[in-house]
């Protein structure tokens, strides 16, 4: 290889050096910048959380009717889903009776809760107003739904396992509930429209 | 997606021996909660809340275990940090719902107010495990999308972006 093929060679690997040093520089820099804008953006996501509890369980305790119609509501799907089902139930107030199984429907039974941390954690996450709109509608069906599934399921442990049923409503049901809300707010951010960054400022841009 | 099925698979087994430490635990919290108040009393009569506070401590710990994106040593600092803040939490409500329910016996709260008391006091139950663990490692796991920064999968237990190592 000729002096000039040398230095020309030496002067690509320079350049490719400079850029990859320039990457290296701009990655390093977007570690340090990243992790306090990370922790800025969890504290305030947590923050609009609580405020939005707050705002609920005040909200709630004003209105017991929620609660009421919550309870209602749901003796009245399971009651639906078990005729569909061929059977009889008879219902009297908030128990429902299937032969000899009985549950009683109690504001912790109904959907509220994990229809309102879902909501919340919407409404604090940043986003898009409309899809925010379309995943708390979404979120109220499917969690609705869900509900009934887990009563009919819990009724049926009732029924063929009544030793279980404690284990099987506090530990499997609670976490499958804390699991469908955590799998659906992953599923509405994983298909939320993508927001544009805003553009970077420019630098030759006169002063004002 | 991934994190959870590792999700589940962690709550699952440590359901067990939540289900088993539960009545062990839940006479700790008011034991402590009675103490704290001055009060003596028999701990058997103490109704226990109705989602128990053991299986909201293993909904905790498995959703540590789960957010593999978090560095290891930062895990096993939010396990055991979480864990700590999770049980204080269960005592201070604990003890407000007792002191609430003394008040209430020397003179009743008005429906609305008790209502209140009693959703304050289950907020550990449903927001205690999400938050403590959005602070120690939401950093880490929570997705970015709504920022314009979407990783590839969207959620927690997708590959690491560059900034989050």
């Avoid at chain 1, 954690?121 to 609705?144: E, N, Q, S, T, Y």
């Avoid at chain 1, 609670?174 to 400022?201: I, K, S």
């Amino acid at each position: 290889m000729s002096r000039r093929g040398r230095r020309s060679g030496a002067g690509a690997r320079s350049a490719v050096n400079a850029r990859s040093a320039a990457n290296a520089r701009s990655a390093a820099s977007a570690r340090a910048a990243a992790p306090g804008d990370d922790r800025g953006h969890v504290i305030g996501f947590v923050v609009r959380l609580g405020a939005g509890w707050a705002i609920a369980t005040v909200v709630l305790a004003l209105v017991p009717q929620i609660e009421g119609s919550m309870v209602a509501g749901t003796v009245a799907s399971v009651a639906a889903a078990i005729r569909l089902a061929g059977m009889r139930p008879e219902i009297a107030g908030n128990m429902i009776h299937v032969g000899a199984t009985g549950l009683r429907i109690i504001p912790e039974c109904t959907p509220m809760m994990p229809f309102l941390m879902f909501a919340i954690a919407l409404a604090a996450h940043p986003g898009d107003p409309r899809w925010k709109l379309i995943g708390i509608a979404a979120g109220a069906v499917l969690l609705w739904a869900f509900n009934v599934l887990r009563t009919l399921a819990l009724m049926a442990t009732l029924a063929r396992w009544p030793n279980a049923f404690r284990f099987v409503h506090v530990y499997l049901w609670q976490t499958v509930t804390l699991l469908a809300v955590a799998g659906l707010f992953l599923a509405w951010l994983r298909f939320a429209p993508r927001v544009p960054r805003a553009p970077a400022p420019r630098t030759d841009a006169p002063a004002a | 997606m991934r994190w959870l099925l590792r999700f589940i698979a962690w709550a699952t087994l440590l359901a067990l021996p939540c289900f088993w430490l539960d009545a062990a635990y839940v006479r700790m919290l008011a034991g402590v909660s009675l103490r704290l108040l001055g009060l003596g009393g028999d701990l058997g009569r103490i109704p226990p809340p109705d989602i128990p506070p053991s299986h909201v401590l293993g909904v905790y710990a498995a959703m540590c275990l789960a957010s593999t994106r978090a560095p290891l040593a930062r895990r096993i600092v939010a396990v055991a940090a979480g864990l700590a803040a999770m049980v204080a939490l269960e005592i201070a409500t604990g003890t407000l719902a007792m002191h609430w329910a003394i008040e209430s016996a020397r003179a009743p709260a008005s429906p609305a107010l008790h209502r209140l008391r009693d959703y304050a006091t289950s907020l550990p139950a449903w927001l205690g495990a999400p938050a403590v663990w959005l602070l120690m490692l939401g950093r880490w796991e929570l997705p970015r999308a709504a920022r314009g920064v979407r990783t590839s999968r969207g959620g927690p237990g997708g590959p690491a972006s560059p900034t989050s190592r």
